[in-house]
């Protein structure tokens, strides 16, 4: 390129020089510090919980992502010089010592293999695990495995020293001895591969592995072997590393393959190439002692005297150590049209990136200092806007736009190619262009504005993003978009494109504008955006909208931002393996290769998107503690069983005084521990769950007696939930007047005594009323004696009372024989039915044994007897026609109507009929309700006489007088009806 030829000549002035640099990758380190025992890492392996266990010269230690806890020979751990770690199908954690054997650890304590078990050897270097669940050892006198009951030496290979073993997924046995060479057994074939008969490298096998394929990897003293499909050859190392002592291997979650070299770091294999890593990559030493991968795609390396260190987001590589120049502010970011990629700082110094590294170049044409804001590569030129004005690298010497040029300020920030050709610039006093070397001011309606970033879109349209809003350069001229008037952005840094012509504007502290098919959205906080102090905007090819706040790095997913409105991203800090801090403004630049590239305040870091995998391993939940009253508790003091794994009380009963307990927990997330997040709930206090927190621990105060579920849900920094609940039960007691049994008994107590009172009771009662009953009989006869003593004395009155009225007849019947006035006669025989109506009730009375009530029915029946009797009428001549229900009334009441009744048909059987003619005599008794009833007297008659009723008013006869009268005496009135026939309707009333 003639522009980078033009860099390297600047008149013999500027001298190239490719600084030392290195790719540091994000590794963390624990060491003494931290916790780690010894510095010194023998074996790691993890198990399926989520530990981490290492084997340490001071103890094996388990490790949970921040804390280590270590097991020496006080908790039964029979030596502390551990050569090797093995976790089996069964989960059980084997032990491999240089001194004492082979130890197993399920949890809570040490079984130790030795001579009386079978085990002829003190050093085991190696263990694996058959298809079949056996156990298999390399030690110091031979390969053994483990039977059912004891440790059995294998006599199909030599007794020898062996150093590693393995199996493949076929079923083959891989030995490597300690000067020997390698054995393979293979069904009932075996093989034996040394230096003299392969391309072995050394006799001395240091480690061997299989990977998923049926590969056998081989590391001795001297090199790397592979055997594939039987055959083997010696693979090459790059550089100096070819003779390199190997010392362990690992799979990683990506199928690469992991080289711990003893001296010279460690090697990462993809199947096509090798990357090295030193102390320069971020290694705290090149002396690896053992390599594990855990399930998040981690990867750990165990060191001599430095510890155990973690390999993680293997998709971020930082720059930020170049040699002289350390942890620079990368400030501007750009590739050319020969795809090479240049980097400015805020010192002003000037790099491009080259395949051996970052090649700087000095001196630089603008003066020490001078920050550099963004690169602009035009053809074979780059223009770099800076704070010391535009300057123009490529043809001939390096030229300088100032203020002699027209330039309004000293500050440009970022320029960009008009559709018209020509260069706009974004500057602290305007927008000027550039037209035959001289640079005119772009004029605003709102005058003098500070521009901050300016953008070409894919309508070729020029937007400008300043202090004061945003702007569109339109015929010379700036003017706000009509759609975007109204709202009163201010302080725009950045601007972008989406691949589908979408634009997005960042408004420093108030949010991101999306302008979509000319309708702008704010999204703020509300909306979901994390944070609104955005700096810059990048839109990758990959649809992703890359956004740098002035703490974080966002990649939002726009199809759902642009579609539903809604924020879907992922966060990148430090953490998560961005340590780069902060992005610089607009320092973002994806390269042709895809990969992206940040200028930060620590220096360079590229984006590697095909290793960028969200880690989808949920953290392993545990209950580390319970507590009362907040204070460490000794459970075992308490008269409580503890869990042999978890060290936690098994069916906790706890006493109502002991109700206030505290939960410590923790979720096993080795990829970023700090980050894990908690919700929790305690089931039959409160069925909901917390709110999202950090806190790993809870405290639950005052419980009331009942059973009780301590449901704990964890989540990674990607946002992977646990999908099943940790539970804990427990139980407070209550107190002995609570308690199910004591309320039983008090039950029962009250119960018998409820029940024997009863009995008592009603013992006492029976008696009672015994003697009750005895009085209420005798009282009862009594009464009855003194009720039948009334009624015979009733009955001999009514007796005596007709009798008497009897003789009064006989007496009216004597005196009747001797007048001879017929108007005397008649009284006489008026007097005589009426007493005989009176004689008839009490003949009644005297008859029957109800002495209180009348059966009005019978009594009218014989007063009307009596009086066809008297005058001498037959009833077949004068029909009588009674229609009386059946009605009881007391016995004045009954004189009173049997008086009315025998007036009445009196005067019917006299005058109704006087030639003797054939009639109907018919009395109706209806009741209206319990008291009101109406009598009714009617015949068929003559009917009465034409003067009657004026006679009623003048001159009443004494007849007519008595029915009246005794109508008073019932609280009635009876009236008189003359159509065909006579009609007599009594109204009264009876007491109730």
Known sequence: ??????????????????????????????????????????????????????????????????????????????????????????????????????????????????????????????????????????????????????????????????????????????????????????????????????????????????????????????????????????????????????????????????????????????????????????????????????????????????????????????????????????????????????????????????????????????????????????????????????????????????????????????????????????????????????????????GNIRANTIFRDSKDRLWIGADQGIFLVKQDQLEQPRELKGLNLSEIRSITEDKNGNLYFAAFNTGLLLLQNQRATLYTSTEGLPNEAIKSLYADDSDNLWIATNRDLLKVQLPLLRQQGRFSYRTYTSPSGFRGLEVCDNAMLQTKDGHMWFGTTKGLTRYLPHLDRRNPAYPKMLLTDVLLYSNP?????????????????????????????????????????????????????????????ERSFTTYANLSPGTYTFELLARNLDGYWTPKPLTYTFSIVPPIWRREWFIGVLLLVVASAVLSVVRLRERSLVKMNSLLEMKVDHRTRLLERQNREKEILLQEIHHRVKNNLQIVISMLNLQARHVQDPAAQEVMQALRSRVRSMSLLHERLYRHNDLEQINLEEYFLEICESLYASYGISMDKIELELDIPYTKVDLDTAITLGLIVNELVSNTLKYAFPKGEHGILRIDLVKHDEVQYTLTVSDNGQGLPEDFFLRQQTDQSFGLKLVQSLSKKLDGNISFYNKYGTKSILYFVLPS
Not at 137 to 153: M, W
Not at 640 to 653: A, E, F, I, M, Q
């Open 633 to 693: 508790t000794n459970w075992n003091a308490l008269g409580y069983k503890l869990d042999s794994l978890t060290g936690l009380p098994v069916n906790l009963r706890l006493p109502h005084t002991q109700n206030h307990l505290s939960f410590n927990f923790h979720g096993i997330s080795l990829s970023h521990p700090e980050q894990v997040m908690y919700k929790y709930r305690l089931k039959g206090y409160d069925d909901t769950w917390s709110q999202v927190t």
């Open 1 to 446: 390129m003639y522009f980078t030829r033009a860099i390297v000549f600047l008149c013999l002035c500027i001298a190239t020089a490719a600084a030392a640099y290195a790719q540091q990758y994000n590794i963390r380190s624990w060491t003494l510090e931290q916790g780690l025992p010894q510095s010194q890492v023998m074996a790691i392996q993890q198990d399926p919980k989520g530990y981490l266990w290492l084997a340490t010269r001071a103890g094996l230690s388990r490790f949970n992502g921040i804390d280590f806890y270590t097991y020496t020979k006080d908790n039964g751990l029979s030596s502390h010089n551990i050569s090797t770690l093995f976790i089996d199908s069964r989960h059980r954690l084997w032990i491999g010592t240089t001194d004492a054997g082979l130890q197993l650890f399920e949890g809570s304590r040490f079984e130790r293999y030795g001579p009386s078990q079978g085990l002829q050897a003190q050093s085991v270097m190696g263990i694996s695990e058959d298809s079949s669940g056996k156990i298999w050892l390399a030690t110091n006198n031979g390969i053994f495995y483990l039977s059912s009951t004891s440790v059995v030496k294998y006599k199909e290979l030599p007794e020898i020293s062996y150093t590693a073993i393995a199996h493949t997924p076929s079923g083959d046995l891989w030995a490597g001895s300690q000067d020997s060479g390698v054995y393979n057994v293979s069904g009932t074939h075996l093989t034996h591969y040394s230096t003299s008969n392969s391309p072995l490298p050394h006799n001395q096998v240091t480690a061997i592995t299989a990977d998923k394929q049926g590969k056998v990897w081989i590391g001795t003293d001297q090199g790397l072997a592979k055997v594939n499909s039987g055959s083997l050859s010696l693979v090459q190392l790059p550089g100096q590393l070819n003779s390199s002592h190997i010392t362990s291997f690992t799979h990683d979650r990506y199928q690469n393959l992991w080289i711990g070299l003893q001296r010279n770091g460690l090697l990462k294999y993809n199947g096509s190439k090798f990357t090295y890593l030193t102390r320069r990559s971020g290694l705290r030493t090149s002396r690896i002692t053992a390599l594990a991968s855990d399930t998040e795609g981690n990867v750990w390396i165990g060191t001599n005297g430095y510890g155990v260190q973690q390999y993680r987001a293997p998709w971020f590589v930082h720059y930020f150590d170049f040699g002289t120049i350390s942890e620079p502010r990368v400030t501007a970011v750009a590739q050319d049209s020969d795809n090479t990629m240049w980097f400015g700082t805020d010192e002003g110094e000037l790099a491009r990136m080259l395949p051996q590294g970052p090649q700087w170049h000095t001196p630089t044409p603008w003066p020490r200092g001078a920050t550099i804001y963004s690169f602009l590569p035009v053809g074979e030129e780059l223009w770099a806007s800076t704070s010391n004005g535009i300057w123009r690298l490529g043809k001939g010497s390096p030229r300088r736009y100032a203020a002699a040029e027209g330039l309004p300020a000293p500050d440009v920030y970022e320029a960009a190619t008009g559709p018209d050709g020509k260069l706009y610039f974004a500057t602290a006093g305007g927008v000027v262009t550039l037209r035959q070397d001289s640079l005119k001011l772009i004029p605003a309606a709102e």
